[in-house]
Every structure is written in C-alpha cells, then in structure tokens.
C-alpha cells in the first residue's frame, strides 16, 4: 500500500495523559500536513511541514500540541496533558506539490477518545 | 461567518437525478478550491479541483467557480447510491466547509 499511513488507527486515553500519532506519508511527497476534525465539522488545519521544516503552525495548535518530522519523512505529532477536547480525529495528508494550488492525499486517521 | 461556507443538508436526491451542491467563500483573494468526498467513519478523498471562473468536467461530476459572486458548485450527474456521502469545499490548503451530507436513494 503507497498511500498515507497514519498509526494507531483508535487511541483511547485518560485525561492528562500524553499521546503521541505517527504519519507515514506517501514516499515520494516532500509535504506534510495535520489537520483535526471533529463530528459534523470539517477538517481543520493544523500544521505543514516542507520536507523537515515545519513552515506553517495554526493557533490552533497550542504550546501542548507539538509536531516533527525530523528527517522529511514521517512525521509524528504528540499532545500533552491531553483534555476532552482533544477528542477528535486527527488526519495527516501529503503532496509533492506547492500547497493551496493541488489537493492532498489524506490518511485513514487517527480517532482519539479522551476520558 | 466562517470563511467557507457550506449548506450541513441532508440533501436527498433519487437515484439518476443531479445533485447539486453549493460552497461560498469570504476571501476575494482566493484562487484555488477543491472538492473532496468523505464517506462516514472514513477520510476525506479528492475527487475535483478548480482554479478559473467557468466549468470543469470530470466524468459525472461538474465544478463550477464564479469568482465575482465568490461561490463554487458541485454538480453530481446520474446520482448513485454510492455516491451518498458528506462532500467538502475547501479553499487553498487550510480552510474546509463543514461539508454537505447528500443521501442518493433508491
């Protein structure tokens, strides 16, 4: 399979615990994207990276949520001290070309459940 | 006022009808715009991409773009079942609609 992997598929985690997701993306794309959704929303973006350089950050993304991808491969994005808010799933998409003028290959997700 | 906007629907069309989804958006500067399908528990999924004012065909489906009124449409031709799905508007790599649901019956 040459598509967008992303690990676990299902994470289920007490409050305040850290967690940490893996996104393997299609080998050829220098580009990475995170993005979070929720029920009945759309996908909202999160952060890029540009082979290893992490260009673009949302407020979104609070100083407990923290994203790398240290060799331009795959990438991994960790929340610490996690809330129930956090529950959502989060998806990791790749490109191989500039972003905002082609769309994205996304993964399957990770569903994470706070309780 | 969310900076795409998206009717959430149910829009519910029989089978072999058009569907007929609309999108608008708040930025004037924004140039390129996707259409992508997300059936329920799964990721989203490209199916169209659109950058100029007019139309783009793609086998059943039809983007259109008018810049001036600042909205996109997506028609879905010969409407299937297996086309019932939650549908997303985006603008340029960050920002999505909440999706329209259609439901294609029988």
């Known amino acids: 399979d040459t598509g967008v992997s992303q690990n676990p598929r299902h994470k289920i985690t007490k409050r305040g615990q850290n967690v940490t997701f893996r996104c393997d993306p299609i080998?050829?794309?220098?580009?990475l994207y995170w993005y979070r959704q929720t029920l009945g929303q759309g996908p909202e973006f999160l952060t890029y990276?540009?082979?290893?350089?992490?260009?673009?950050k949302s407020r979104l993304l609070s100083d407990r949520f923290s994203a790398e991808r240290p060799k331009g491969s795959f990438s991994t994005l960790e929340i610490q001290r996690t809330e129930q808010g956090d529950s959502a799933m989060y998806l990791c998409?790749?490109?191989?070309?500039?972003?905002?003028?082609?769309?994205?290959?996304f993964g399957s997700g990770t569903r994470l459940t706070v309780v | 006022q969310k900076e795409v906007e998206q009717n959430s629907g149910p829009l519910s069309v029989p089978e072999g009808a058009i569907a007929s989804l609309n999108c608008t958006y708040s930025?004037?500067?924004?140039?390129?715009f996707f259409w992508y399908r997300q059936y329920s528990g799964k990721s989203p999924e490209l199916i169209m991409s659109?950058?100029?004012?007019g139309d783009k065909e793609d086998g059943r489906f039809t983007a259109q773009l008018n810049k001036a009124s600042q909205y996109v449409s997506l028609l879905i031709r010969d409407s299937q079942p297996s086309d019932s799905a939650t549908y997303l508007c985006?603008?340029?790599?960050?920002?999505f609609g909440d999706g329209t649901t259609l439901t294609v019956k029988p």
């Open positions: 998409a790749s490109s191989d070309k500039p972003p905002g003028f082609y769309g994205y290959t």
């Open positions: 080998s050829e794309h220098n580009r």
């Open positions: 990276f540009q082979n290893e350089a992490q260009l673009e």
């Open positions: 930025d004037r500067g924004s140039q390129s």
């Open positions: 659109i950058y100029s004012n």
């Open positions: 985006a603008r340029g790599k960050s920002t």
